[in-house]
């Protein structure tokens, strides 16, 4: 399955303050072309150099998700990557004229309304989706985060946080699907508690916060000192601390906003990806570290399949022909009908599915000890799948047979054996003409090629 790419509708500026260098930063939002991605250009350096939204280029995550390549560094990334990953956008180009995104209000909320002011638009090029197909697992025994992507139809997050301490308590949030994001995770704002606080203003690494910026859950006493650094800090004349724990100033939006904005963070974390998911995360207290570790394994569990170049369908969609409608196509019938279902048909590709059970008449003798499907019909069920290519696009499909002319350069990679889902993809390889059709097939289990050939037939119309 896979759904047009797009990108903005035109530049967008947003101005504000890095939180934490406080420097002013002109953050300008661009178009792009198709497969671009994320791109990041540091305007006010020699030659505008770019850093890509990559987890491979993630140095430092302990205060914010930083990027960096050949020197040039972006700070505090994962707002902006969120902001653009949950209005379900593909291609933009990230202008900074300094080296970290504006903090805003602490959220993605002012990044979606500047997106919606410039408006989404549809390109001409189709979006690759990676399907989670078996369970994907990182722990962090060290702090017993741990982060889990289960099968799923849709892009869904829960995240699950426990800091324990009264003031915050054990919270949780889920998105359901990306549209959500908007309304439901965008103005979920980052907190901080007071003890880290204080640490991060004694290093002079936090400049550019604000009371208005960053929720601050109290967890210690505010002693006269503290107060004073708080006041110089927020540049207020009074702190206080309201009845549920955090400094005054400022009201939640959520009473788990806490939980809201680390699932904002393991979106804008995921979008370094680089590939949109279609699975379930389940993220037990997460940050910026785990969540970029377990983007960097799926990562490379998407570089293989790529290399492979494994198809991605979810086969619990309906097919776009059934076992009936295949049988109204093809002659064969059992025990040599051996595709279940088309998934997807086009004038020059086919994806066909074959269930192997071991109810298959062939196991009884092949072999009985350890069944396995003959490499032949291997091949036979992919032709089949090619056979639907062309006898859908005709008008009177029965009226036509197709022969086998020649097979070349087979490969049988890996066994196929009772409980495998085969799934054969077929591409013309030539424009059909004078009804020879010559296709290049591929038979995958899982994420392995277990088959290949080039296959030739001819196509021939039945004599009354």
């Known amino acids: 399955m896979s759904d047009k790419q797009k990108t903005l509708a035109k530049e967008v500026n947003i101005e504000g303050f890095g939180l934490h260098t406080g420097q002013p930063v002109v953050m300008t939002l661009k178009p792009a072309e198709p497969n671009t991605g994320f791109v990041f250009v540091r305007t006010d350096l020699e030659g505008n150099p770019t850093v890509e939204a990559d987890v491979n280029y993630v140095t430092f995550t302990e205060r914010?998700?930083?990027?960096?390549?050949?020197?040039?560094?972006?700070?505090?990334t994962e707002h902006i990557l969120a902001a653009l990953q949950g209005m379900?956008?593909?291609?933009?180009?990230?202008?900074?004229?300094?080296?970290?995104?504006?903090?805003?209000?602490?959220?993605?909320?002012?990044?979606?309304?500047?997106?919606?002011?410039?408006?989404?638009?549809e390109q001409d090029a189709e979006r690759e989706y990676y399907y989670i197909r078996d369970i994907v697992t990182y722990h962090d025994p060290e702090t017993g985060s741990e982060i889990t992507a289960l099968p799923s139809d849709d892009f869904e997050v829960t995240t699950m946080v426990d800091f324990g301490t009264k003031v915050l308590g054990t919270q949780n949030a889920t998105l359901r699907s990306i549209n959500e994001f908007k309304d439901e995770i965008a103005d979920a704002r980052t907190f901080s508690f007071l003890h880290e606080l204080e640490k991060l203003l004694e290093a002079g690494l936090i400049k550019g916060g604000d009371i208005s910026n960053a929720i601050v859950?109290?967890?210690?006493?505010?002693?006269?000192?503290?107060?004073?650094?708080?006041?110089?800090?927020?540049?207020?004349?009074?702190?206080?601390?309201?009845?549920?724990?955090?400094l005054d100033n400022l009201t939640l939006h959520y009473?788990?906003?806490?939980?809201?904005?680390?699932?904002?963070?393991?979106?804008?974390?995921?979008?370094?990806?680089?590939?949109?998911?279609?699975?379930?995360?389940?993220?037990?207290?997460?940050?910026?570290?785990?969540?970029?570790?377990?983007?960097?394994?799926?990562?490379?569990?998407?570089?293989?399949?790529?290399?492979?170049?494994?198809?991605?369908?979810?086969?619990?969609?309906?097919?776009?022909?059934?076992?009936?409608?295949?049988?109204?196509?093809?002659?064969?019938?059992?025990?040599?009908?051996?595709?279940?279902?088309?998934?997807?048909?086009?004038?020059n590709h086919v994806i066909g599915v074959?269930?192997?059970?071991m109810n298959e008449p062939y196991f009884v003798g092949h072999f009985p000890e350890?069944?396995?499907?003959?490499?032949?019909?291997?091949?036979?069920?992919?032709?089949?799948?090619?056979?639907?290519?062309?006898l859908s696009n005709v008008d009177d499909p029965k009226s036509y047979s197709t022969y086998f002319m020649k097979i070349e350069s087979v490969k049988f990679k890996k066994k196929v054996v009772p409980?495998?889902?085969?799934?054969?993809?077929?591409?013309?390889?030539?424009?059909?003409?004078?009804?020879?059709?010559?296709?290049?097939?591929?038979?995958?289990?899982?994420?392995s090629v277990v088959v290949e050939a080039e296959m030739m037939a001819q196509i021939v119309k039945n004599k009354v």
């Open 217 to 246: 859950y109290v967890d210690k006493e505010i002693t006269p000192e503290t107060e004073e650094k708080l006041k110089k800090a927020f540049n207020k004349d009074k702190v206080s601390i309201r009845p549920n724990g955090i």
């Open 64 to 76: 914010g998700t930083i990027l960096e390549k050949k020197g040039v560094k972006i700070h505090t």
């Open 88 to 121: 379900d956008l593909d291609n933009v180009i990230i202008e900074l004229n300094s080296v970290e995104p504006p903090i805003m209000d602490g959220s993605a909320k002012h990044f979606v309304e500047v997106i919606d002011q410039a408006g989404i638009v």
């Open 354 to 357: 074959k269930n192997v059970t």
């Open 255 to 347: 009473p788990n906003e806490a939980a809201r904005h680390k699932l904002l963070d393991v979106i804008g974390d995921l979008a370094l990806i680089g590939t949109k998911i279609k699975g379930k995360i389940i993220a037990t207290k997460p940050g910026h570290l785990i969540n970029t570790q377990f983007a960097k394994k799926l990562s490379k569990q998407i570089k293989i399949a790529r290399r492979k170049n494994v198809p991605e369908f979810d086969l619990t969609q309906p097919p776009q022909y059934d076992i009936n409608q295949i049988m109204e196509l093809l002659p064969h019938r059992p025990p040599f009908l051996l595709i279940d279902k088309i998934l997807e048909v086009s004038s």
């Open 370 to 390: 350890e069944p396995v499907m003959p490499g032949v019909l291997l091949v036979e069920a992919m032709a089949q799948a090619a056979g639907i290519l062309f």
């Open 419 to 447: 409980g495998d889902t085969v799934i054969f993809k077929c591409d013309l390889t030539q424009p059909i003409r004078r009804g020879i059709i010559t296709m290049q097939g591929t038979g995958y289990v899982h994420d």
